[in-house]
């Protein structure tokens, strides 16, 4: 029996009835709110609006749609307990996600602006037009920005290898371009890489600028990454997670033995990792605590 059916029979309760419509409304309106902005039908205000309505109302579907369950139980008719239960499972879908959204928001800092350097950030260059009207600007953000930054992700800080500069560079690019991110700008003499992601849900864009350098003459190459959202106080950690998952992608790439600095106190925690592809492991050697960024 299809739901109209059962919406539409005698026996389930009106609480069963009402639940699942409101549910079902729920549900339709969060899943365009997205969509709707990414389409450019309506602005962020008014989409968040809408997925803020669509939780309101799936909590009060939810509930009647509990109620109507336990109407449909206490008169034998089945038919509402299964119409109340599909009501029930619809509101939680709906809230579910903006409400883990919303706790993970409050474990993290309201930064939005997160790199491996934060004395001496990667600059954005190519992508300073796409840029120029995005509400948070590409200047970093100072000592604040970088304290909040250590304390949430202690383990973010550069990469460093015995790779060659130009190796290390198409490493770099190659795993930008696996990320699935847009390269805006590939400049090997620089050593500079800039490139756009873009959310799935809302199509929020962040950018993305990688540099890579030599370290010393013949000591390898260092790789520094910066990613920063374009819009929102708090990227509610994505930004963290995406570079993170840039550079383990550079370093299980890597047969050669990969260093990751990680701030501590006023200087670094070199931490080295020997990556094998064919052991797939990775190993803690060392920990010196250096000077500089």
């Not at 008014?46 to 206490?74: D, E, H, M, N, P």
Request: with cysteine; glycine share 10%.
């Amino acid at each position: 029996m299809g739901s109209a059916s059962l919406i539409r029979a005698p026996d389930v309760p009106v609480f069963a009835r009402y639940g699942f419509l409101l549910a079902t409304l729920s549900l339709v309106a969060g899943l365009i709110s997205g969509p709707g902005y990414r389409l450019g039908l309506w602005s962020l205000g008014i989409g968040f609006g809408i997925l803020r309505w669509a939780c309101y109302l799936a909590v009060i579907a939810a509930l009647l749609s509990l109620t109507g369950t336990v109407v449909s139980q206490a008169r034998g008719a089945k038919r509402g307990i299964t119409l109340g239960i599909a009501g029930v499972l619809l509101g939680v879908a709906t809230f579910a996600w903006p409400a883990v959204m919303l706790f993970r928001a409050r474990q993290v800092p309201p930064i939005h602006d997160i790199t491996t350097d934060t004395v001496d950030p990667p600059r954005f260059v190519a992508i300073l037009p796409l840029r120029a009207d995005a509400a948070n600007p590409t200047e970093y953000g100072g000592p604040d920005i970088a304290a909040q930054q250590r304390k949430a992700y202690p383990r973010i800080g550069p990469s460093q290898s015995k790779l060659a500069p130009d190796q290390a560079f198409e490493r770099a690019l190659t795993a930008a371009r696996d990320m699935g991110w847009t390269i805006v700008a590939a400049v090997p003499p620089e050593g500079r890489i800039e490139a756009t992601a873009t959310t799935l849900f809302y199509g929020f864009k962040d950018d993305i600028v990688v540099r890579v350098k030599a370290v010393g003459v013949g000591n390898g190459s260092r790789i520094d990454v910066r990613s920063e959202s374009r819009v929102g106080k708090s990227d509610i950690g994505m930004n963290a997670r995406r570079v993170e998952a840039f550079l383990k992608r550079i370093e299980t790439s890597s047969s050669l033995p990969v260093s990751r600095y990680q701030p501590l106190g006023a200087g670094w925690m070199l931490s080295t990792q020997c990556t094998s592809s064919g052991l797939g492991s990775t190993l803690d050697k060392s920990r010196l605590t250096t000077t500089g960024s």
